[in-house]
Nanobody, 118 residues
Framework: QVQLVESGGGLVQPGGSLRLSCAAS????????MGWYRQAPGKQRELVAT???????TIVDSVKGRFTISGDSPKNTIYLQMNSLKPEDTAVYYC????????????WGQGTQVTVSS
């Protein structure tokens, strides 16, 4: 079992920055991928970025150059640094852990609201 706790969301003006954190309790395996997803009102949940325990990252084109994912493996914590925020980044951001070999190993955090508005 893995429990995920996100923090760092809030209200920010366009062009501003936020840093999200996700702390995982339990064991993170070498075949786990941790990541951030987001869900805007009326839209499906979408992938934002992922990171492996070895530091390999992926990030979607819509946030590339503005968002950065990073991790602290000893602390089982990942971060999402969000810069140059736009109103369209407004969403609930969720932390996720899934395993490449075991589809049943898939955990979600409770989500943290990010609102970009003037």
């Amino acid at each position: 079992q893995v429990q995920l706790v996100e923090s760092g969301g809030g209200l920010v003006q366009p062009g501003g920055s936020l840093r999200l954190s996700c702390a995982a309790s339990g064991t993170i395996f070498s075949t786990d991928i941790m990541g951030w997803y987001r869900q805007a009102p009326g839209k499906q949940r979408e992938l934002v970025a992922t990171i492996t325990p070895f530091g390999t990252t992926t990030i979607v084109d819509s946030v590339k150059g503005r968002f950065t994912i990073s991790g602290d493996s000893p602390k089982n914590t990942i971060y999402l640094q969000m810069n140059s925020l736009k109103p369209e980044d407004t969403a609930v951001y969720y932390c996720n852990v899934r395993n490449l070999l075991d589809s049943g190993r898939n955990y979600w955090g409770q989500g943290t609201q990010v609102t970009v508005s003037s």
